[in-house]
């Protein structure tokens, strides 16, 4: 059982962390997404 509860709660952490981890090293969508080309819509 505090095996379970150990995954789960690392699966919080890790839940929570991951955005605000990978926008401080500029890898959200938007970033990935844009480039110095114009875009002409």
Known sequence: MK???SA???MIVV???AP???DEIGFSAA???T???VRLD
């Open 3 to 5: 095996a379970f509860a």
């Open 8 to 10: 789960v709660a690392m």
């Open 15 to 17: 839940t929570v962390a």
């Open 20 to 22: 605000v981890a990978l």
């Open 31 to 33: 970033d990935r997404s």
């Open 35 to 37: 480039g110095r080309d």
